[in-house]
């Protein structure tokens, strides 16, 4: 999933330090952990979740104590709050770009009290040959960029309106149109239409240059 998917479909999501760990006694395929909740950005706070730690299954991990994670979690059928090596959560106290890029998106999202949750399930697939023209670019202050995209019951694009733009402000209006008219909207079941009008917030990352490789812009949370 891409990092729309994941706040879209988490039921909780936050910056948390895991205090204490041990094995579920009545299910062997969890531990249950203690929290600290240091920063909520979805969900209601809570001291306890569990963590899939099933061994030989691609989605298992274990963490040690005392470390600091941005979780993605998700309710099961009786309402517990578990995440995974695939739910998307990062261990923070790496300190790695890409976290620290996902981690600044929530707090905007946060403070603008900004929801991605959809009513319908489709993907927004922007033209990535199109975004090439911006390599090389050299954005100094923001590391992401957000647009809301309305989408017809047929699937086409009805309109699209920055929320927060790139500082460099020549690329803002190409970056509308490629918004506009190189990208596509599909339903994820299929279907050649939706049940009404769809509002999808989506966000664009910019990656500086490292090395020898340029900086560039992305859809993608890498």
């Not at 998917?5 to 205090?19: H, L, N």
């Not at 979780?71 to 620290?100: E, M, T, W």
């Not at 600044?104 to 991605?116: E, H, P, R, T």
């Amino acid at each position: 999933m891409n990092i729309t998917e994941r706040i879209s479909t988490s039921d909780f999501i936050a910056k948390v330090k895991i205090k204490k760990i041990w094995l579920d006694s009545k299910n062997k395929k969890f531990h249950n952990i203690e929290i600290e909740v240091l920063d909520l950005y979805k969900g209601i706070s809570t001291k306890k979740m569990k963590i899939y730690s099933a061994q030989m299954t691609s989605c298992a991990f274990l963490t040690p104590e005392n470390t600091t994670w941005l979780v993605f979690a998700s309710k099961d059928k009786d309402g517990i709050l578990s995440f995974g090596f695939c739910s998307g959560s990062q261990n923070l106290d790496k300190n790695l770009s890409s976290v620290q890029r996902k981690m600044q998106m929530l707090k905007y999202l946060k403070s603008q009290k900004i929801s991605m949750t959809s009513k319908n399930n489709v993907a927004f697939v922007i033209n990535s040959d199109s975004l090439k023209k911006f390599n090389g670019l050299t954005e100094s202050k923001n590391n992401f960029a957000l647009y809301e995209i309305v989408i017809n019951k047929d699937l086409s694009i009805k309109s699209v309106k920055p929320i927060k733009e790139f500082q460099t402000n020549r690329i803002n209006n190409e970056i509308l149109e490629i918004l506009k008219t190189k990208s596509k909207v599909y339903a994820r079941n299929r279907e050649s239409a939706i049940s009404e009008e769809e509002k999808i917030i989506i966000p664009l990352f910019y990656y500086p240059k490292e090395k020898n490789d340029k900086s560039f812009i992305s859809p993608y949370d890498l």
